[in-house]
């Protein structure tokens, strides 16, 4: 009862204290978006010279006219509101910034879990392999590929993957979230994830073409995070099967499968845990490349479309709705973690 008072006691500070980062993550996009070059304004013309009248009233329909400290405070009552505003550039003109938000935000929810489940899987096992087996041949080769494979440029991997299984061995789509026109009604798009609407429609033959299409870029995105992933959980692994109440659990005749695994292994979790909880937040924000390559219409082409034409207010939006997801995620790892290791929640 006490570790469960400790623990609800640790979730609930945690909560609290991700309050204020939420709040400083949201007031450097509004200073670091009306800092940079280049004014939104001037971009709703594209570029051609407007009459001084046009672009008065443009400001002041955007709330640009009003002093800093009331944008600022209607940035953030309309953030907390749900209300991100509407877009100004030449994509998305007139549009519910929430509107294209929710409809990306599927493929990137996909290619991000697709990646991180290949990232942990391969990762991981590489990882612990590497740990368990010191200096030996195996630790060698996991060491150099996770070199490798972290500093390949993703974009030229997922070029690699489609020319090879895409167009040579026409084995998997090349691009794209779908293809055809064997969708047998609207309906089929009931959370914009392709792969659980195949399975709440019972279609095993979408479920395949969903997971098809899905295979490359994850596989790209989740082999250069392996890297990381394999060295991450070697060096913890290294820590922990040499500490001493591994030694005494050898020195009682525990098996060695038992020493690594049971005890080694799960010692070694919090760090990782933690690593891995960030790197899915981040992949939500650094699949941009990979979403370019393979034709993904995700939050990340999204964001880059919105630079590019200079859409203050999509672009506020995407960052905003970043910066709350990485929030998020923080608060879960920190909570993961507590109730991994009893000792955080002292």
Known sequence: MARTGALAAYAVTRVLLAIPMLLILLTIVFVVLRILPGDP??????GHNPPQTAIDDARRELGLDQPVYIQYVTYLRNVFTGNFGISIGEGYRNQPVWNQISARFPATVELAVGGMLIASVVG?????LAGANRDKPIDVIVRL??????VIPIFWLGL????????WLQ????NGRWTGTDVPNPLFFKTGLYTIDSLLEGNPGHFVKAISHLALPSLTLGLVLSGFFAKTVRANMLRTINADFTEAARAR????????YRHAFKNSLVPVVTVLGLQFAILFSGAVLTEK???????GILLLQSITTKDMTMIQGVVVFYAAIIVVMSLIID?????????IRL
Do not use: N
Not at 145 to 150: E, S
Not at 253 to 260: C, E, N, S
């Open 41 to 46: 304004v001037l971009a709703l013309w594209g």
């Open 335 to 343: 909570i993961l973690g507590a109730m991994i290791d009893p000792r």
């Open 145 to 150: 590929y996770g070199t490798v494979v972290w």
């Open 253 to 260: 005749g525990v098996r060695r499968r038992a020493v690594v």
């Open 293 to 299: 390559t393979f034709s993904i219409q995700g939050l």
């Open 160 to 167: 690699v993957f489609q020319l090879i299984f895409g167009v």
């Open 124 to 128: 991981i096992s590489l990882g612990v």
């Open 171 to 174: 084995w998997l789509p090349a």
